[in-house]
């Protein structure tokens, strides 16, 4: 079983609609999760953390956690073309002591005009 | 705040040649650094764990000679793919974790990323 799971997509959704992205952890002890987007060709940018269950907002991001079925999801409200991209959930499992996280494979979001 | 640069963005040098990669954290302290590696259309790969003042850690299958980490100081850390060869080219990114608050809670920034092709 994979440590961090998500859809790999892709995931198409009109452009203004809400983008709902998923991911699933395995290390029922994870203390904290960080949601990146990586557009073709570069690196990862952080979007949004988060470390409690519940949901965090910052702009048109929400971040929502939910410990106890392991999973955390990303909303993206008015959805824009230029928000197609990978979004890549990343989960710092208990115990990390060098703090490596591990990322989940990603969800491909296209954003159609 | 919390800028990772990364240097050089684009190499390409022929087979056999040694490539370092440069990984700085600009504006913050990090005693920890990490090494990825992706291939087109593929997840990130961790290569290594970066560790200031001591020996990286490397992942399963990661050839510690042929990828060779230096971290000599808080705020750089050195990759160099010795004796390349064309299956290395691939897209090497670095990220780095702020020394500062609690280390569960950091997040790791990235760099800009080095696209390595070896002809």
């Known amino acids: 079983q994979k440590e961090v799971e998500q859809n790999s997509g892709p995931l198409s959704v009109p452009e203004g609609a809400i983008a709902s992205l998923n991911c699933t952890y395995s290390?029922?002890?994870?203390?904290?999760f960080f949601w990146y987007r990586q557009y073709s060709g570069k690196s990862p940018e952080l979007i949004m953390s988060?470390?409690?269950?519940g949901d965090k907002e910052d702009g048109r991001f929400t971040a929502q956690l939910n410990k106890a079925s392991q999973y955390v999801s990303l909303l993206i409200r008015d959805s824009q073309p230029s928000d197609s991209a990978t979004y890549l959930c990343?989960?710092?499992?208990?115990?990390?002591?060098?703090?490596?996280?591990?990322f989940g494979t990603g969800t491909l979001l296209a954003v159609q005009p | 705040g919390a800028v990772v640069s990364q240097h050089p963005s684009w190499v390409i040098c022929k087979s056999g040649t040694s490539v370092k990669i440069e990984c700085r954290s600009l504006?913050?302290?990090?005693?920890?650094m990490f090494w990825y590696r992706q291939f087109p259309k593929q997840s990130l790969m961790l290569m290594a764990t970066?560790?200031?003042?001591?020996?990286?850690?490397?992942e399963q299958g990661v050839e510690k000679d042929k990828f060779l980490i230096n971290h000599a100081s808080l705020t750089l850390s050195t990759l160099t793919v010795t004796s390349a060869h064309p299956e290395d080219s691939s897209f090497y990114i670095c990220?780095?974790?702020?020394?500062?608050?609690?280390?569960?809670?950091?997040?790791?920034?990235f760099g800009d990323g080095t696209r390595l092709s070896i002809l």
């Open positions: 990220s780095a974790r702020d020394l500062k608050g609690q280390p569960s809670n950091q997040p790791q920034h």
């Open positions: 290390d029922r002890g994870s203390q904290s």
């Open positions: 988060i470390y409690s269950n």
């Open positions: 990343a989960v710092n499992p208990i115990g990390g002591a060098t703090n490596k996280l591990i």
């Open positions: 504006d913050f302290q990090a005693t920890t």
């Open positions: 970066s560790n200031e003042g001591s020996k990286a850690t490397y």
